[in-house]
């Protein structure tokens, strides 16, 4: 099944669009709390486009992303109650209990961790908001670890130019199937243990 092949072209037209920059900040916000596709995959072509420029657009994931986070800390804090039954209604619900319990086990590091990885972030900034999380180590946990994860995807795509590109597109349903079974792996490894 090609579902994530057929995401990354669309991403691709966005990111030729010459006002990307705008909708990898949407983008990078809406994926941090409620959104499914991850920013990387406009990150990588918009830094191979415009090498110059890797930099830049790192920067704006990472602050739209950070904002994002905060947004859906806020939704968990003051809303949970309101979109619990959503949640339940989705694939959401075992992780967002798989996040409760890492977050119980190993507090502020889990931002951190889920910020970095391909771990649906979302699930962690609404999380967060729910279980009451410090505010600050929050944000200071996401914006270093969204900011890590996008700096070396522009940095791999910087250096690496068209060859990690096409690596890329040529292994994207691989990747993006391998993450799922991963984090199916992850809970079930964490709801079984």
Excluded: N
């Excluded at 990150?43 to 992303?65: D, E, G, H, K």
């Excluded at 339940?88 to 889920?114: D, K, L, M, P, S």
């Excluded at 972030?121 to 999380?133: E, N, Q, R």
């Amino acid at each position: 099944m090609k579902l994530f092949s057929y995401l990354y072209d669309k991403v691709m037209v966005w990111a030729a669009h010459p006002r990307s920059p705008y909708y990898l900040s949407a983008l990078s916000f809406a994926e941090s709390s409620f959104f499914p596709i991850p920013p990387d995959a406009m990150l990588a072509p918009m830094v191979l486009a415009q090498r110059s420029r890797a930099w830049f657009y790192a920067s704006i994931t990472t602050i739209a992303s950070a904002l994002g986070g905060v947004f859906g800390y806020l939704i968990g804090y003051f809303a949970f109650d309101a979109i619990a039954p959503l949640i339940q209604e989705t694939h959401y619900w075992a992780h967002y209990e798989t996040a409760v319990a890492w977050f119980a086990e190993w507090g502020v590091w889990v931002v951190f961790i889920a910020g970095f990885s391909p771990i649906p972030y979302k699930i962690f900034t609404l999380t967060a908001g729910a279980v009451s999380m410090a505010f600050l180590p929050f944000l200071l946990c996401s914006v270093i670890g969204r900011g890590l994860r996008f700096f070396m995807v522009a940095g791999l795509i910087y250096w690496g130019g068209e060859r990690m590109e096409k690596a890329l597109r040529a292994y994207i349903d691989r990747i993006g199937w391998a993450v799922v079974i991963i984090a199916a792996v992850a809970y079930a490894v964490v709801k079984f243990s």
